[in-house]
C-alpha cells in the first residue's frame, strides 16, 4: 500500500524500512538493560559493586542525556536516512565493545558509545515516520518501532542470563552487534532517499508548544522510576525473591512481552480515542500499582515477582510509544527531531538520577523498600503532571489547524 503522503515504501521495502526503525529502539537501551540481566555476571566478571551497576546504567542515560538536544538539531538537519544509519551503526560499534571490555572503566566507555546511539534513535526514528507518513497513519508504525525497546529488553532477558551460564555471553553480544551491522546495511538498502522538510533549516529558531515542556516534565518523571527498575529489579528478584540468576533475569522478560503490546495498543488508542494526557497519565498510575505489588512481593511468593513485573511493563514501558506519538503530534514537521531531542534529554535525565540514587539508598538500608516507595512517589507524580496538562494537548486526531497553546520560546 502507497497511499498519497504514503512515502514508507511498500511490500519487502516497507518491511525492512520498519524493522530497521524497531532495531535503531534496540540497540538504544540494550546496553542499559543487560547490565540488570547480567548483574551476577558483571559483579563476578568485572570486580564491581551493586552500586556500580547503576553507576554503568547511569553513564548511558547521561550521555543520552547531555547529547539527545544536539542529536535531535542535526536529525533535522542531515534527514532521516543518514541519521538512521548513523544510530545503527554506533549501536553495532558499542555492542562489540561491551562484549572486549574487561575492567569497570573499559565497560564504561563501552556504555557511554551506547549511550550516543540512544541520544539519535528516537530523533532520527521520529523524523523518518514524520516526513514520510501523514498524520493520523502513524499511530502503529510507532507502536511497531518503540517495541523494539522491549523486543530488546525480551531478548536480553532471556537470552543473555541464560547464555552466561551455559556460553559465553560476550559472544552473543558479538553476535547481536553484528546484525546491527546487517540492519544498517538493509537499511541502507530499502530506504529511498533522504527526505527534509521545506523548513527543515529554519526549524532550529521554531519556539515548541507548551505541551512539549509539560511532555518533558513527565518524561524527567517516569525516565527516574524506568531507570531504577531496569536497573534492579532483576537483582531484587535473585537477592531477595530467591529466584536463580537465569530465572531472575527473565523476571523482565514479563515486562519486556506486557510493554511491548502495551505499546502497540496504547499508542493507536492514544492517536485515535483518548489522546495524549489521559493515555500517559493511566500509564504512570499502571506503574504505580506495579510498584505495590513489588513491595508487597517478599510476602506474597515468587509469583507476584512476575506479575508486578508485567504490570509494570504495561505502564513503565508503555508510555514511551505515547510519549513520541505526542511529540510528533504537537511538533511541525520541521522541528520533529528537535523536539523528540528534547523529550529523550529529560527521559535520559531521570534515568541517570535515578539508578545511583536506587542503589546508595539499597547500599545504606541493605533493604528495596525505601526504593521502590520512592519510585511509587514518582509515577504518581508524572500521573498528576499529565492529568493537569489536559488542555495543552491537541484533541486525538488534532492537527496543526488547532494548535496547542504556545509557550514562551
Known amino acids: 500500500?502507497?497511499?498519497?503522503?504514503?512515502?514508507?515504501?511498500?511490500?519487502?521495502?516497507?518491511?525492512?524500512?520498519?524493522?530497521?526503525?524497531?532495531?535503531?529502539?534496540?540497540?538504544?537501551?540494550?546496553?542499559?538493560v543487560s547490565i540488570g540481566v547480567l548483574a551476577p555476571f558483571l559483579i563476578d566478571d568485572l570486580d564491581i559493586s551493586r552500586a556500580d551497576l547503576g553507576v554503568l546504567v547511569a553513564v548511558v542515560a547521561a550521555v543520552s542525556a547531555a547529547l539527545s538536544p544536539l542529536a535531535g538539531a542535526i536529525v533535522d538537519r542531515i534527514g532521516d536516512r543518514g541519521a538512521l544509519l548513523a544510530v545503527l551503526g554506533t549501536g553495532a560499534l558499542s555492542l562489540g565493545l561491551m562484549a572486549a571490555a574487561r575492567?569497570?572503566?573499559?565497560?564504561c566507555v563501552a556504555v557511554a558509545l551506547a549511550g550516543l546511539?540512544?541520544?539519535?534513535?528516537?530523533?532520527?526514528?521520529?523524523?523518518?515516520?514524520?516526513?514520510?507518513?501523514?498524520?493520523?497513519?502513524?499511530?502503529?508504525?510507532?507502536?511497531?518501532?518503540?517495541?523494539?525497546?522491549?523486543?530488546?529488553i525480551v531478548l536480553a532477558a532471556g537470552a543473555l542470563p541464560a547464555a552466561a551460564v551455559?556460553?559465553?555471553w560476550r559472544a552473543l553480544f558479538v553476535v547481536l552487534g553484528l546484525a546491527a551491522a546487517m540492519t544498517a546495511l538493509g537499511a541502507a538498502i530499502s530506504i529511498e532517499g533522504t527526505r527534509r522538510t521545506a523548513r527543515g533549516a529554519s526549524a532550529a529558531g521554531e519556539r515548541m508548544p507548551s505541551s512539549i515542556r509539560r511532555l518533558n516534565a513527565y518524561n524527567l518523571v517516569m525516565g527516574a522510576g524506568t531507570g531504577a527498575i531496569i536497573a534492579y529489579l532483576p537483582l531484587y528478584a535473585h537477592e531477595v525473591g530467591g529466584l536463580g540468576n537465569a530465572a531472575a533475569g527473565a523476571v523482565m522478560v514479563a515486562a519486556g512481552l506486557a510493554g511491548g503490546i502495551s505499546r502497540l495498543l496504547w499508542s493507536h488508542w492514544?492517536?485515535?480515542?483518548?489522546?495524549?494526557?489521559?493515555?500517559?497519565?493511566?500509564?504512570?498510575?499502571?506503574?504505580?500499582?506495579?510498584?505495590?505489588?513489588?513491595?508487597?512481593?517478599?510476602?506474597?511468593?515468587?509469583?507476584?515477582?512476575?506479575?508486578?513485573?508485567?504490570?509494570?511493563?504495561?505502564?513503565?514501558?508503555?508510555?514511551?510509544?505515547?510519549?513520541?506519538?505526542?511529540?510528533?503530534?504537537?511538533?511541525s514537521d520541521a522541528s520533529t527531531g528537535r523536539a523528540s531531542g528534547l523529550v529523550v534529554f529529560w527521559f535520559s535525565l531521570?534515568?541517570?538520577?535515578?539508578?545511583?540514587?536506587?542503589?546508595?539508598?539499597?547500599?545504606?538500608?541493605?533493604?528495596?523498600?525505601?526504593?521502590?516507595?520512592?519510585?511509587?512517589?514518582?509515577?504518581?507524580?508524572?500521573?498528576?503532571?499529565?492529568l493537569l496538562s489536559r488542555k495543552t494537548f491537541r484533541p486525538p486526531g488534532g492537527s496543526l489547524l488547532s494548535p496547542s497553546p504556545q509557550g514562551p520560546p
Not at 117 to 137: E, F, Y
Not at 352 to 368: H, I, K, M, Q, W
Open 1 to 32: 500500500m502507497n497511499d498519497a503522503g504514503d512515502h514508507l515504501g511498500r511490500g519487502s521495502k516497507r518491511a525492512l524500512v520498519i524493522t530497521s526503525l524497531a532495531v535503531a529502539m534496540a540497540l538504544g537501551i540494550l546496553p542499559m
Open 103 to 107: 575492567t569497570f572503566l573499559a565497560m
Open 117 to 152: 546511539c540512544r541520544a539519535g534513535a528516537n530523533p532520527a526514528t521520529n523524523r523518518l515516520i514524520s516526513t514520510r507518513l501523514p498524520r493520523g497513519r502513524r499511530g502503529w508504525i510507532t507502536g511497531v518501532k518503540q517495541s523494539g525497546e522491549t523486543i530488546a
Open 166 to 168: 551455559v556460553w559465553d
Open 270 to 331: 492514544s492517536e485515535s480515542r483518548w489522546g495524549f494526557p489521559d493515555s500517559m497519565s493511566g500509564l504512570a498510575g499502571v506503574a504505580l500499582a506495579a510498584c505495590g505489588v513489588l513491595l508487597a512481593a517478599p510476602h506474597i511468593g515468587t509469583a507476584a515477582y512476575w506479575i508486578g513485573a508485567a504490570i509494570w511493563g504495561i505502564g513503565g514501558l508503555g508510555f514511551g510509544a505515547v510519549s513520541m506519538l505526542a511529540a510528533m503530534a504537537e511538533a
Open 350 to 386: 531521570g534515568f541517570t538520577v535515578s539508578p545511583p540514587a536506587f542503589g546508595y539508598l539499597l547500599e545504606r538500608s541493605d533493604a528495596y523498600g525505601p526504593g521502590l516507595l520512592l519510585l511509587a512517589v514518582l509515577y504518581g507524580a508524572a500521573a498528576a503532571i499529565m
